[in-house]
């Protein structure tokens, strides 16, 4: 068990990250919201430009999106265990080939949180599937692509650079594909930094 979630259980009963209902002892979701995330389809395709593959393991509506505020909002990091574990039961196997990198969050965001959501799955992935965690991309300015109409995302990405050499072959890394156009300014700092392949892996897709 995290050892966050460890301490807040020794006080208060195992809650659901999901609907806050009490569930079994260390899970993170109760039966209920796990058997509905479990009927969730994912969703795969080219993606957005610069990508090789996009891959989503649940639409971005019901439990998928409670867990995604539940990681970002509310701090739950044994969130991220979960959704990876998702996404490396589901994905097809022949994606999960290369070093993970983690979409990076602006220095401000990541300040105030006090962690990086993105990171944070990409690193609980990385360690199921074994394959090295290369944090090389940094992310400048402080603009929210959160709450910004969706001409306005595309048309003025995040300013995103390759801080080192990039990894040939990338598995991208973020909790949600909403426009696609901050995939889009990683996949193009990856490939000016070496990358001959970039497949985007994330929790959930919005629709």
């Given at each position: ?10 006080i ?5 990250a ?7 002892p ?21 993606g ?6 996009a891959?989503?393991?649940?639409p ?6 409670q867990l ?11 969130v991220?265990?979960l ?6 039961r ?16 602006a220095?401000p965001?990541?300040r ?6 993105a990171?944070?799955l ?12 290369e ?6 300015g402080?603009?929210r692509?959160v709450?910004?109409r969706?001409?306005?995302?595309i048309?003025?990405?995040?300013p995103i650079?390759a ?5 040939r072959s ?15 300014a990683?996949a ?9 392949r ?10």
């Open positions: 068990m995290h050892p966050l979630r460890a301490a807040a259980s020794a208060v009963p195992e809650l659901c999901a609907c806050g209902r009490p569930c079994r260390e899970a993170v979701v109760c039966t209920r919201c796990a058997r509905r995330l479990a009927r969730a389809e994912p969703l795969h395709g080219k957005p430009p610069g990508l090789d593959r891959w989503s393991s649940a971005y509506e019901d439990v998928a999106r995604v505020a539940a990681l970002k909002f509310r701090r739950l990091l044994p991220a265990s959704m990876a574990e998702r996404i490396h589901l994905a097809p196997g022949h994606l999960l080939g290369g070093a993970v990198v983690p979409v990076p969050a220095p965001r990541r105030r949180r006090g962690f990086d959501p990171g944070e990409a690193a609980c992935l990385a360690a199921r599937i074994g394959a090295p965690l944090p090389c991309l940094r992310r400048r402080r603009r692509q709450g910004r969706r001409a306005e995302r048309g003025h990405p995040p650079s801080v080192e050499r990039a990894p990338v598995l991208l890394v973020d909790d949600v594909l909403t426009t696609g156009a901050t995939l889009t990683c193009r700092a990856l490939r000016a930094a070496g990358a001959a970039v497949v985007a892996l994330t929790f959930a897709r919005r629709l």
